[in-house]
């Protein structure tokens, strides 16, 4: 479904984010795996080692415009296109308000959203020159409830819908699609670092009767990165097992 096409997948190095990067690579596609630390990037490529030939590591700051823009051309220069960008990267936060320092309220707002910003600016940039792309932002179940704790999570990712649904109208006329996924709780590290009690008390709630794996998740961004979603575009597709907080 996406031969030919080159993705980069921030965030890759684990969880859903991994779950993408071999998604991809199974389908045909060139994929940049970029994550915070080269060490980490190091030990995902060693997991693709098949994928050798199609497969590359970046660790660019994702906050910072310079250092995404030269790894953006890196990739470039590799694989002679960036078509698909995959804003996976993120951090969540169970801390009550009482708590809550401007840092971490800082830290948050820089990962999970100035950086997708600051990602899709330089991928749009490069896919604008090129005759269109696809970028698929990482939101979350929490974007349409909110949480009990935690408020800068869902306030980013209720922001990460925003810059979806406006970018996605801003950006068409440039043949760019913009969508965004909105997982429900799926078993990766972010959900192993909860309380078990917390993660029973929130699979019980969902109707489907189980979390989703990261495979589940990575099907949708597989679905809207192909051809197959060519008329789809500002969208949040829920893929949550009809969860409700
Ligand atoms: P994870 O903790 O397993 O992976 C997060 C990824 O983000 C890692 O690869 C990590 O290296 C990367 N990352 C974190 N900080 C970074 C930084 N400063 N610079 C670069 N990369 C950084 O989590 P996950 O569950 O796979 O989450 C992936 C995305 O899915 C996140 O955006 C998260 O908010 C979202 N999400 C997860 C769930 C869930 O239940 N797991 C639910 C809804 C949304």
Redesign the pocket.
């Known amino acids: 479904m996406l031969k030919n096409k080159t993705a980069v997948v921030?965030?890759?190095?684990?969880?859903?984010?991994?779950?993408i990067v071999k998604k991809y690579l199974e389908n045909g596609a060139r994929v940049a795996v970029?994550?915070?630390?080269q060490e980490?990037v190091d030990r995902a490529l060693d997991q693709l080692t098949e994928y050798q030939d199609r497969v590359m590591g970046i660790?660019p700051?994702?906050?910072d415009p310079d250092s995404v823009a030269d790894a953006f051309a890196a990739v470039r220069e590799r694989f002679g296109s960036l078509d698909i960008l995959a804003?996976?990267?993120?951090?969540?936060s169970r801390t009550s308000l009482y708590e809550y320092t401007l840092e971490e309220f800082s830290k948050i707002l820089?990962?999970?959203l100035k950086?997708v910003f600051v990602c899709s600016q330089a991928a749009a940039r490069i896919m604008k020159e090129q005759g269109g792309g696809v970028i698929i932002n990482?939101?979350?179940?929490?974007s349409e409830y909110g949480q009990p704790a935690g408020c800068g999570?869902p306030a980013?990712?209720f922001a990460v819908n925003g810059l979806t649904k406006s970018l996605g109208r801003e950006l068409a006329r440039d043949g760019i699609r913009v969508n965004a996924v909105?997982?429900?709780?799926?078993?990766?590290?972010?959900?192993a670092?909860l309380p078990q009690e917390m993660v029973e008390r929130i699979s019980a709630g969902i109707p489907m009767g189980r979390?989703?794996e990261?495979e589940d998740?990575a099907n949708a961004f597989l679905y809207l990165a192909s051809g197959q979603a060519s008329y789809v575009t500002g969208v949040v597709l829920k893929v949550?097992g009809a969860a409700m907080t």
């Open positions: 921030t965030g890759g190095t684990r969880g859903i984010g991994f779950a970029a994550g915070s630390r980490t660790c700051d994702l906050c804003n996976n990267a993120g951090i969540s820089d990962i999970n950086a990482t939101s979350s179940m929490v999570y980013t990712k909105a997982p429900g709780v799926t078993k990766t590290d972010m959900v670092a979390p989703g990261p998740i949550d």
